[in-house]
């Protein structure tokens, strides 16, 4: 039914409100599938656009106590409702993580522990291996982790394939690899102040 305005079609619905919503969870009992299938195809294919939405809503009510009090309850539900797969997840980082420090650092050493810019601070190009990032020639880190699901999967796959962690990878230090993320933008502060403006416009 097409309608003039707003106004009119609220005034139809107040009416008629019993009525529209029965219809309205007929339809979804015999479609539920299918709105659902639906509904699941969106969200996947609009993370980005879903995460960024989130976070403006958090920006724009973080100060409120009603919104603060909501927050402090679904995260207590949720860790009451989690609890056993989080305190697992945690036994197991902590069991893997000396096993991923290695792999990391078996991967620094098999591309060279120094730093490959050549207008490094450090003079003839830092060497001391707790100063030594791994870094993504082409900045696609973060997709690289999603794709490999755990930093330990990642440094695997390089390790087995040391041709092609030749061309993705280089080592740097820990100041050229935040020098070369400030001049490329890869911090993702664009995106953030961009955001600002949005939240105060
Ligand atoms: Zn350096």
Not at 61 to 75: A, D, F, G, L, M
Request: proline share 1%; with cysteine; hydrophobic share 25%.
């Amino acid at each position: 039914m097409a309608y003039k305005n707003n106004e009119t079609r609220r005034k139809y619905y107040e009416e008629n409100k019993d009525e529209i919503n029965r219809k309205r969870r007929l339809h979804r009992l015999k479609h539920g599938d299918k709105i659902r299938a639906r509904e699941r195809k969106w969200h996947d294919s609009n993370i980005e656009k879903r995460r960024m939405q989130a976070r403006i809503n958090h920006h724009k009510h973080k100060n409120e106590t009603e919104y603060k009090q909501k927050r402090k309850k679904q995260r207590k539900m949720y860790y009451k409702k989690h609890k056993k797969v989080i305190s697992l997840k945690h036994i197991i980082y902590n069991k893997t993580l000396p096993k991923t420090r290695e792999l990391r650092l078996e991967l620094i050493n098999s591309l060279g522990p120094i730093c490959n810019n050549v207008k490094c601070l450090v003079y003839g190009g830092c060497r001391e291996i707790k100063c030594l990032q791994i870094d993504h020639i082409n900045g696609n880190g973060k997709d690289d982790l999603r794709k490999f699901k755990s930093s330990a999967q990642m440094y695997k796959y390089y390790l087995q394939n040391p041709r092609i962690a030749k061309k993705e990878l280089q080592i740097l230090c820990a100041n050229c690899n935040w020098i070369k993320r400030e001049e490329n933008n890869e911090n993702g502060v664009e995106k953030w102040q961009l955001m600002r403006i949005k939240i105060v416009s």
